[in-house]
């Protein structure tokens, strides 16, 4: 019946950190942990013990925001919207033979605005800005990140700073500047981005935004998995495949899921969660399989995945943990494999995906390959971009 946002009220209670048990006020604007020996992200928490039926899911508009009881915007009136989330299931159609006995989807995200998911992150943060009475939000971005909070921010009426690095292809900086942001192009990769921008942020009362060290991106990316979870009709696939750079898109659904049995919407069973990486900046993977709790910072360069060129994640802890609770596992790919899936993926199953995603398809054939990935387990990837803002870099 109701598409309308105004009539149903946030479970939000509190935000809690995940390392060391704080709770941080919800109603006030918050960043990481506040115990200094901490500074670890914070998760928000709702009321899920309220008896919530599904059946207020029925009749509503496919966007992320038909979970708004699970969601932190708590005034209908701050939520900035261009029709972010339930993004489509699309089963691998004509590469069959690849697949033998699974099944395997992707979970399309390429048709968000500015092309990414980074609009369920940046589209979440960004309203929870607004109601919080932020007026100049930064960002340091790889690119996808830096679009949507230009874009989002211009709905929003605020105004953005947006640091990039200068090897990112011309797309995400052209965005950037017609959504209006400030663009400063730095020599460097996301980690000097993020150096520079911690500065100028102090100087300039600039509220910052990156990945995971504000609560918010997080609750947006996790809308993916309450997607998950509707479209294969309150069961979970067997094995989820997800590119990681800082990770919050993997946490988030890890998250959603916890939140979900807690509701008694799902039961117990937990697909096996998949980091893949680029061979480029594959902290997680080398930490994962010398079965460590931390990753270290690594950053081989130059990668076409550009939201990939994450040298370490802020969250590192919290990937790894729930990788090992999964049973999953984490794998890198190389520039020339996403490049050979990227070409194959489009000429045979029509969609041209960004090479984030495309990682995932050749860490899926890999995976198969050495029976990790059993006969009969249904298979999700997660294509997190629009393959169109990424042609510079692709030989074709
Ligand atoms: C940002 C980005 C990623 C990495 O996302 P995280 O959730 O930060 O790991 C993957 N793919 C694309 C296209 C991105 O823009
Ligand atoms: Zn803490």
Known sequence: MTGNFNQHRSLLVNLKCPECGTLHDAGKLNTVCINDDCRSTLFAQYHLSEGLSKDILQGRKASMWRYRELLPVTDAKNIVSMGEGFTPIIPIENLKHETGENEVFWKDESGNPTGSFKARGIGMAVSKAKELGIKAIATPTAGNAGGALAAYAARAGIKAI?????LTPKVFKDECRLYGAELLEVDGNISDCGKLINEHALLNHWFQISTLKEPYRLEGKKTMGYEIAEQFNWQVPDVILYPTGGGTGLIGIWKAFDELEQLGWIGSKRPRMVAVQ???CNGIVKAFET??????FVDGGFTIANGLRVPKSYADKVILRLLYASHGCAISVSDAEMNAAVKQIAKHEGMLI????????QAYKKLKASQWIKPGEQ??????????????????
């Open 162 to 166: 947006v640091y990039m690095p200068r």
């Open 354 to 361: 960004a090479p984030e995603g495309a990682a995932l398809w």
């Open 379 to 396: 298979v999700l990837m997660i294509n997190t971009g629009s393959g169109y803002k990424y042609l510079e870099n692709i030989s074709i």
């Open 291 to 296: 079965g460590l709790h931390t990753a270290a």
């Open 278 to 280: 680029s061979e480029s």
